[in-house]
Nanobody, 127 residues
Framework: QVQLAESGGGSVQAGGSLRLSCAASGRTFSRYAMGWFRQAPGKEREFVAA????????HYADSVKGRFTISRDNAKNTMYLQMNSLKPEDAAVYYCAAKETIYSTTYYVTATDYSSWGQGTQVTVSS
């Protein structure tokens, strides 16, 4: 399985921006569809954004659409989540996830679809 490591979390004021990174190692990154999920204290893990093996297809949760952008650089084995106009309700631990797939244009929005997960990175947003 691919190993994943998130970075880029931190504390920011409402309205600010952060860029999260997810570095992959161990397997061919381009074989994997990728996703971002988040989990706030006392809440279930929720889908944030997903991207296909190619970077042509993406999908976002309604709560982040227009503010967050998912992208990937297969040459660098890295996925990104650019988060703009952050709100206090965006505060959570953010996880990246990977699913090996033969389909280059498919993305996945359900946590159980993914087989590999990172350790998470904390995002704090103050009002």
């Amino acid at each position: 399985q691919v190993q994943l490591a998130e970075s880029g979390g931190g504390s920011v004021q409402a309205g600010g921006s952060l860029r999260l990174s997810c570095a992959a190692s161990g397997r061919t990154f381009s074989r994997y569809a990728m996703g971002w999920f988040r989990q706030a204290p006392g809440k279930e893990r929720e889908f944030v954004a997903a991207i296909s093996r190619s970077d042509l297809y993406t999908h976002y949760a309604d709560s982040v659409k227009g503010r967050f952008t998912i992208s990937r650089d297969n040459a660098k084995n890295t996925m990104y989540l650019q988060m703009n106009s952050l709100k206090p309700e965006d505060a959570a631990v953010y996880y990246c996830a990977a699913k090996e797939t033969i389909y280059s244009t498919t993305y996945y929005v359900t946590a159980t679809d993914y087989s590999s997960w990172g350790q998470g990175t904390q995002v704090t947003v103050s009002s």
